[in-house]
């Protein structure tokens, strides 16, 4: 009986072509349905360099590349105009790879262009001098590459060859030309390496181990609905690495994923979801959840396309920790008063102008700032639980920076205390506070869900992880975890085992960025500067191995002297991206103060630029602040108004005479804004500043 399998690449070139060739697509396809493939004439070509390979006819000017695995079982890999479909067909190999057992595809025409241009030896060594050639092959690397990457001498040569390489083949080689260790290497395929010898001739059995690029389709009402969305079916595939992680039938507890920008925590976890949500008993549920409400309004969106068995969707809540911890003390007792951040914001002010002095470093009588106080408060105070001035004495403040006596713990305790008795006064409560209130109420009755699933957690307060651990009992698969301490950008430092959610043993990295390019990532990167962080398990984390799987533009970074010539800048530099075809709501205008987005906002609408306004509905080019950046990705972003003045921000930003420890703490989640929002770009990236640009800024190609 004839099957067709849909090859990953396949989708989006399907998504890009005329409705009237999706049609004559779609009518190819329900032959092979109907078991009528002989009529489809998929015909063999001379000179390919693969016997598998053949083509089929979709109209007069489109043909379908087709992959013969056997057992009468196929695979459509792309459609494509005529002589490309021939070209593309004629030049692919496809073979299994020795230790893994996947199905690889190379460009072998462009493997061979390379190797004639290539140069005997490298002048200063190669890249992969220290790799000896059995532990490529161990690596899975195939032997007749071996003498030609003895030949390459540096990243660029390595990327030159992405596209023409096996993708598993590309990523090892990527990991040991970015300084990995060939054991650190080995272990990310650890979970993936197929015991026993492997059939290199069975390419069905290899195609069936490798979903990221082949989806075997059950029927035609699942084949309709991938064709019914195909780009959005296509950004849920997963790469080898994620779907281990995410399809592991069981951790025996809490498991930690960290992955830096771009690696596909958030779908890895979403995939996670859906696989225990389809294993629940009747009337068991799953709790997926995240920082704010606009990244829980994304999720949805992504699990909506990921999941349409509608059983399966009706067991997984998704909603924002803050909005569930709202709920249940609103259940528990009536209305609530959430405490605005203005109003919140006026308090500490109110608190350090009229609060304790201390003497700073130069000896001269200063006050406590209200950032300090507000900080004491979450950081140490409502972190630790801590309910009384005797509590408070002893409370450690690990990480807080400056030593306070015991009579500056009175004073500052006496003023955090006046805003706190203010809050209860207007019956306001911060989402901390709510969130500690709503894990009290749910530790009275039995855990609400079966699993929890946590995206964005680097951010979350101590009192919303108390929350989450009281939402499920433990027991194995009981908390997923998504992480990145390199994108926390607000002010939560956790040890997540010191919460009962001991991580270790059961932590997971994620280093291959799929979103943005080499020289976006690399530029990113710098902006961190260096310092090393800590993660939710209690470990210094580390940036090695993370790499891109792209190329592209160096990152372009322009000088005004004014703030009207840099957004006159904007708008042709917007205008110029729009009139090359890219849509308006992937183009992205990053900035770090409400301020300037209402003012960068209203420029481009005078120009006639299309604006996306949430309000109202509206699609348009995407305007927001850095926070709000987090979980959003473009093709083309401009970051501006990156001037000494407004980054860092003097109002995020404790005093170093103050307090240098907090200091340094508060300049470094400025660098990881700073990061996230760079990040958010896929193609282009576009930055600009007006007079003295930030000392954030690295050296970037003007």
Partial sequence: MAELAIGREFLPAYARLQRRVQRAVDAAIGKFAAHTHAGLHLEKLTGARDPN?????IDRFYRGVVLALGAEKYALLNV???????AFAVSRRFTVNQTLGVLEMRDEAGIEEFARSAPAQPRDGGLFDRVSTADLLRLGVDESLVPLLRVIANDKQLESLAGRLPEAQLDVLRGLASGMPVEEVWAELADRIVSGKVDTDDLL??????PERIAFVSGPIELAAILAHPFDVWRTFLHPTQRDVAYRPSYSGPALVIGSAG???????LHRAVYLAERLPDGGKLLLTTFTRALAEALTRQLDRLSTDPAVRSRIDVISVDKLAYEIVARQG?????AESEVVDQLWEAAAKNGPTLLDRAGQVTTYSPAFLRYEWEQVILAQQVTTLEAYREASRKGRGARLRAAQREQVWTAIDGVVRELAKRRLRTHTQLADEAAAIVRRSAAPYRHVVVDEGQDLHPAQWRLLRALVAPGPNDMFLLADPYQRIYDSHVSLAQLGIEVRGRTRRLTVNYRTTHEILDLSVKVLGGDATVGLDGQDDTLRGYRS????????????RSRDGECDALIERVGT???QGVEPHAVGVAVRTTQLVRAVSRILADAHIPVADDKRDTDGVRVSTMHRMKGLEFQCLAVVGLDAGVLPAPHALTSAAEDPHAHRQDLQRERCLLFVALTRARDVLYLSHSGTPSPLLPAVSR
């Fill in 80 to 86: 494509l105009p005529h002589d490309d479909a021939n």
């Fill in 205 to 210: 059995t290899a195609a069936r181990r490798t």
């Fill in 549 to 560: 799987i792209t190329r592209g533009g160096v990152p372009e970074l322009v000088a005004h």
């Fill in 577 to 579: 991206w729009l009139d």
């Fill in 334 to 338: 009536g209305k609530v008063g959430v």
């Fill in 263 to 269: 690696t596909g925590k958030t779908v890895t976890g």
């Fill in 53 to 57: 390979i053949r083509t089929m006819r």
